[in-house]
């Protein structure tokens, strides 16, 4: 298998364009997982979900930020408007049966 | 609330060996994760121990568990400077969620 595919895997954007970020999950895997990653704060889980369904989204900083999963084999994860403030790694993970969940290799975001 | 602390730098020789540690607060944890994070690329996942061990052990990697305290250690052995990177400690906190550490650099010198 690939693994998990994300793309872009670089970002650089004006403050206030729209920003959307995209994951492949694991074929087979029914649980998808967006983290963002800042030197501040550390890796946090924004969003998660199983069967294609948002399970909790408490994670999600504003409603700036959405997410959707429309299949299991894609996910989006949007920014709209952006701010200096969004500049991060994002990481995408996904997650089968047993507990562990594997990470894709990020988009480093850059908003200006 | 679940949170999980480690040492921001770890610096050992190569050839020594290299002990991170971390603590937990949830006592309910199933699983406690060590992945590795190399400049520029995603988490990967290292080695997991299930709650009911204390000890477990790939290669060169050997983790301990102790439940009574929280706490969680891995060890490198024979540590090369292609083991430099970041390493978190992550429990599975509900099953579903992981809650990582803020991760140990670790700095493999000659």
């Known amino acids: 298998d690939a693994g998990v595919i994300q793309s872009p895997r670089h970002e650089v954007t004006e403050m206030g364009q729209e920003v959307t970020l995209r994951c492949k999950p694991i074929s087979g895997h029914d649980y998808l997982f967006w983290y963002r990653q800042t030197m501040m704060r550390g890796l946090e889980l924004l969003i998660y979900?199983?069967?294609?369904?948002?399970?909790?989204d408490s994670g999600m900083p504003e409603d700036r930020f959405s997410a959707k999963m429309p299949n299991a084999s894609f996910s989006t994860l949007k920014i709209q408007p952006s701010e200096p403030r969004d500049s991060a790694v994002y990481f995408c993970?996904?997650?089968?049966?047993?507990?562990?969940?594997?990470f894709g290799p990020g988009t480093r975001l850059t908003v200006l | 609330g679940e949170d999980v602390e480690q040492s921001l730098f770890l610096s050992v020789r190569e050839g020594d060996s290299s002990v991170i540690n971390c603590t937990y607060t949830d006592s309910s944890s199933t699983y406690l994760y060590w992945y590795k994070q190399e400049p520029g690329a995603g988490l990967q996942l290292l080695t997991y121990i299930f709650s009911n061990m204390d000890m477990k052990q790939d290669q060169r990697l050997t983790v301990l568990l102790n439940k009574k305290d929280k706490h969680l250690s891995l060890r490198i052995a024979d540590t090369q400077t292609g083991d430099s990177a970041i390493y978190f400690c992550a429990e599975s906190y509900n099953t579903d969620k992981l809650i990582f550490g803020t991760g140990t650099r670790l700095q493999v010198f000659p």
């Open positions: 993970a996904s997650r089968g049966d047993a507990d562990t969940q594997y």
């Open positions: 979900f199983n069967n294609n369904v948002p399970i909790d």
